[in-house]
């Protein structure tokens, strides 16, 4: 394949109406939610537009769904999925939520990191359980320690506990190796604490890292994982998720059998960008390499008081931003005075303070706009102050 799939300009990208491209005004170059501006991949379109021409839009079901993970899953990490350990769902945070309410209890505590993907605290609370916070280590890796003290917390008075694991991270574009994990895993097996793994964005791993699958590691029998094609092809819109037991999940999972389901739109465009979208995903990962290159020779060019990691993984970049000295919430700031659109870092919890996070995937002039626009508005405050 070899043309850009992160080429579209502004003027294309602004006649989508997906919540990215209309949540602000036209002036706004929209950098938060995580959508990508890219042209999808051919096989998914000629599947959808052949779907609809047979008017093949009724309810969907799981064995071609599972029959594309399955192979997925194999093909890039090596990982034996047992189909019957599987489960069709919404989405990712729906699948979630539905485990959630069969391996806790209303009352119940569920530990999340600091910081964290927002909805992480947003859904467990909708079901009436507590959140409990435990805080990265101050280079953006999994604090044993501190996940320890939460779980002990969260299962002192015998009640049942889950502990949502965002893997890779978002937003901070961590990939917890081997030995995390398996850590991770014996301290929940010591504290009887149910693991369950928002792998999401396992495929938008950047070499020489690897996405290590959660339950590939021993002691993850009583753990779950869920994954989804949505985030890497670009298929937000098009809802549907797969879960996955450990061995010892099946009882689980069974009980979600006729919980709400996927659309069919949805599976027919995942399945088919799990089993022809090689080609490209690997484009896009050159593409997205190049993009999260390119900001951070940027910034410490031209903006060297943001502070920001190279991401191992995903196409969102955590940008410190305290050294600006522009409040709890910098995203305000570049909305009023750059007029660019980030995700407000407080929204990931009270480690996110002083931060943004920047979504990476759009073309390199419209990224290299966004951090000139991050360096003017700075730079005009500078002179004012």
Known sequence: MSERILDLDLAALRERTSAKWTAYPPDVIPAWVAEMDVRL??????????????????????????????????????????PELTRLAPDVMMGILLL???????????????????????????AGRQVLRAELTVDDRLDLQTLESAFAAATRTGRRAAYLLCSPHNPTGTVHDVEELSALARLAHRYGVTVISDEIHAPIVYAPSTFVPHLTVPMTEGAFAVHSAAKTFSLAGLKAGMLVG????????????????????????????????????????????????????????????????????????????????????????????????????????????????????????????????????VRERSRHR
């Open 246 to 377: 450990g061995s010892d999940g099946a009882a689980v999972l069974q009980q979600l059998a006729h919980g709400p389901n996927a659309s069919l739109s949805g599976v027919i465009a995942q399945s088919t960008a799990w089993v022809h979208g090689d080609a490209w995903l690997a484009r896009l990962l050159a593409e997205l390499d190049e993009n999260r290159r390119l900001v951070v020779e940027q910034l410490a060019r031209d903006l060297p008081e943001i502070t920001v990691r190279m991401p191992a993984a995903t196409y969102l970049m955590w940008l410190d931003c305290r050294a600006l000295e522009l409040a709890e919430d910098p995203a305000a700031f570049f909305l009023d005075r750059a007029r660019v659109a980030l995700n407000s870092g407080p929204t990931f919890g009270p480690r996110g303070s002083g931060h943004v996070r920047l979504n990476i995937a759009t073309s390199p002039a419209i990224l290299g706009e966004i951090v000139d626009r991050l360096t003017a508005s």
């Open 41 to 82: 991949a051919p096989e998914v379109r000629s599947a959808l537009g052949a779907a609809l021409d047979l008017g093949d839009t009724g309810y969907p079901t799981a064995p071609t769904y599972t029959s594309a993970f399955v192979d997925f899953a194999h093909r890039h990490w090596g990982w034996a999925v047992a």
């Open 100 to 126: 959630l309410l069969k391996v806790t209890d209303e009352g119940d505590s569920v530990v999340i990191n600091d910081p964290v993907y927002p909805p992480f605290d947003h859904f467990p609370r909708l």
